[in-house]
Nanobody, 122 residues
Framework: QLQLVESGGGLVQPGGSLKLSCAAS????????IVWFRQAPGKEREGVSC??????TTHYVNSVKGRFTISKDKNTVFLQMNSLEPEDTAVYYC?????????????????WGRGTQVTVST
């Protein structure tokens, strides 16, 4: 069973940056797309960005394009978040999805991490 562990969250001022990491437990991560979701209080979980391990295809939702960058190195996926806004405040989860990138449907995700809190505030 693939395990995912997020890290790198924290408190940052508007306009600041954070880099999240999602560490996968074993090499089987190569069969998946790794998707970053986020969930703000009182809101539904929404997809943010995705990378396919087998061909490095990446995808971003419009609200983060030009600000967030997804990348990977061995068994770890990173989400570099720049120009952060208060609206980016949420718990960020990484997930492993066999369906690839772009759908951002949390139903049917194979594996979830436990999440890391990102707070953008003065």
């Amino acid at each position: 069973q693939l395990q995912l562990v997020e890290s790198g969250g924290g408190l940052v001022q508007p306009g600041g940056s954070l880099k999240l990491s999602c560490a996968a437990s074993d090499f089987t991560v190569v069969y998946y797309a790794i998707v970053w979701f986020r969930q703000a209080p009182g809101k539904e979980r929404e997809g943010v960005s995705c990378i396919k391990y087998n061909d490095d295809t990446t995808h971003y939702v419009n609200s983060v394009k030009g600000r967030f960058t997804i990348s990977k190195d061995k068994n770890t996926v990173f989400l570099q978040m720049n120009s952060l806004e208060p609206e980016d405040t949420a718990v960020y989860y990484c997930a492993a999805d066999l369906r690839g990138c772009g759908d951002y449907d949390p139903i049917g995700v194979a594996y979830w991490g436990r999440g890391t809190q990102v707070t953008v505030s003065t």
